[in-house]
């Protein structure tokens, strides 16, 4: 069974910086990609970062220059390095592992994390 498990939120100050980190675990074989996702009250989830196996990334105009995705493929492990936070970057984070091939399925799957609160504010 794959988990994934997401840690490092919490509060910072506009203008201060978070890292996140998720740690897929389980029998896995190969993750295509991971990514991190948000969701602010009263809004859609939305894209916030993504890295394939092969270290291309794509980001979110609103976190561009600001936000870096990185990953460990030894580890099963995707970090969000967030700089220049703010305000508007509140939201709980969600882990997500896309095209995931594990011992328990003969299918590529996609799993998400429990989320982790990220907080912005003076």
């Known amino acids: 069974q794959v988990q994934l498990v997401e840690s490092g939120g919490g509060l910072v100050q506009p203008g201060g910086s978070l890292r996140l980190s998720c740690a897929a675990s389980g029998s896995i074989f190969s993750i295509n990609a991971m990514g991190w996702y948000r969701q602010a009250p009263g809004k859609q989830r939305e894209l916030v970062a993504v890295i394939t196996g092969g270290g291309r990334t794509n980001y979110a105009d609103s976190v561009k220059g600001r936000f870096t995705i990185s990953r460990d493929n030894a580890k099963n492990t995707v970090y969000l390095q967030m700089n220049s936070l703010k305000p508007e970057d509140t939201a709980v984070y969600y882990c997500?592992?896309?095209?995931?091939?594990?011992?328990?399925?003969?299918?590529?799957?996609?799993?998400w994390g429990q989320g982790t609160q990220v907080t912005v504010s003076s």
């Open positions: 997500n592992a896309d095209g995931l091939l594990g011992a328990g399925s003969p299918f590529l799957t996609e799993h």
